[in-house]
């Protein structure tokens, strides 16, 4: 068998300007970094609340290794059930106020088996068109029908459930807020339609969690939905700084999920230390509310200053600012130029959002410094000011 393929298909890529290369980052996550050897203002990390680098976390994790060992020695269902699993779970259903929830190991294993195990054949799941690619793939691990809606569109989730309605079951799935856009959907909106038309509601918090409602329960949280959504997702490795996932909802849902979702079952569960740095996390994120406040204060400077210079930013609501471009090249191109003046700014083009919306995803940290984001603003200017041709959508 020939592998031509393989460097064919590079090629193509390249061809196409859409060749993705690893960065390499020496030190810790913070809101500089060293990247391939210099340091820049990271505009590009989901550490929100920046906390990946906290002590706090790392003496929990230092500690529970001291205790518990590094690895957990096999999947949940077997031996690897251990104290701080169930710990860390407990006070997750506390945190999102439901009567359970699980730990997954990522959140996109949890996405493809919490689809998988909820919906299959004869069944129809509503999902937004700018859902993450985690839940594009459990729609289609499931065997379910997807239909999916533009984005944030009642009227065409309503079409849709209307035309779901001799199916056996139908799940509306949504992220809360958007990976790539940083918008919020219309939660209230999509439970009332999900009442009205006999549909579950799943609801994927990777960018809520941490960031949104009172104690940073998330978007559910904020808008006092926890009791009419089933099944609430989020991550461990976004604004709480550490890595995992999990599911909170009801303890029949969770013991399903125990029984029934592979990718639960059929992995060896996650390590000490990374439960204990997530319980580190929880006490923070609830107990240093100035965290979000820092985060709101520095997401309001950097978009005031870049609609001051002229940039055009997407409609975000969130610490995820889509400065958009349009074409791939261009995107690249400027971001490139602003990483050379020591701004790091990921370029996000196609598979990762539809062609022609290319756009450069900012994100801010509750510790970006006024300084960091000022000279960011200089930076963005001098660039513009530079490169028109690079930065005119
Ligand atoms: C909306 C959304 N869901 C799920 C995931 C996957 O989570 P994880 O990184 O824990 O696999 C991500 C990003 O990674 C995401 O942005």
Same mark, same amino acid.
């Given at each position: ?75 949940? %269902? ?39 195990? %909820? ?142 979702? $592979? ?111 000022? $000279? ?9 000011? $530079? ?7």
């Amino acid at each position: 068998m020939t592998a031509d393929f393989i460097s064919a298909e590079l090629k193509a890529l390249q061809d196409a300007g859409l060749y993705r290369r690893l960065r390499r980052v020496e030190g810790d996550q913070d809101s500089t970094l060293t990247l391939d050897g210099r340091e820049v203002i990271n505009f590009s990390s989901n550490n929100y609340l920046g906390i990946a680098n906290h002590p706090a976390l790392a003496a929990r994790a230092k500690a529970a290794i001291d205790l518990y060992g590094c690895g957990s020695g096999a999947s949940r %269902l077997i031996s690897g059930n251990m104290t701080l699993h169930e710990e860390l779970e407990a006070k997750l259903a506390q945190f999102k106020n439901t009567e359970a929830a699980l730990v997954f190991n990522s959140g996109f294993q949890a996405n493809i088996g919490i689809l998988a195990t %909820l919906a299959g054949e004869g069944d129809v799941i509503l999902s937004d068109a700018l859902n993450h690619a985690s839940i594009i793939d459990g729609c289609r691990l499931s065997k379910a029908q997807t239909l999916v809606y533009a984005h944030c569109d009642l009227k065409g989730l309503e079409a849709g459930l209307k035309q779901a309605a001799l199916a056996r079951r139908r799940l509306i799935v949504s992220e809360t807020i958007f990976s790539m856009d940083g918008d919020e959907a219309p939660l209230a909106d999509i439970v009332e339609l999900a009442e009205k038309y006999d549909a579950m509601v799943m609801v994927d918090e990777a960018h809520g969690t941490g960031v949104f409602g009172a104690n940073g329960a998330g978007v559910v949280s904020k808008w006092g939905l926890a009791s009419r959504v089933l099944v609430q997702m989020g991550t461990l490795g976004k604004a709480l700084g550490g890595f995992g996932a999990y599911v909170a909802g009801s303890r029949d849902l969770c013991d399903l999920l125990i029984n029934r979702c $592979r990718s639960f079952i059929f992995t060896t569960s996650l390590p000490p230390a990374v439960m204990a740095m997530a319980l580190a996390a929880l006490d923070l994120v609830q107990n240093e509310p100035e965290r979000r406040a820092a985060l709101q204060h520095n997401c309001e400077k950097l978009k005031a200053g870049l609609s001051r210079s002229g940039f055009e930013l997407g409609k975000s609501t969130s610490p995820i600012l889509p400065l958009m471009v349009g074409d791939a090249g261009r995107c690249m191109a400027l971001s490139a130029a602003l990483l050379e003046h020591g701004v790091f700014a990921q370029g996000i083009r196609p598979p990762t959002v539809p062609v022609g919306t290319s756009r450069l995803r900012i994100t801010l940290m509750a510790t970006h410094s006024e300084a960091q984001i000022e $000279r960011a603003l200089n930076i963005f200017e001098e660039v513009k000011r $530079r490169w028109p041709a690079i930065t005119t959508s």
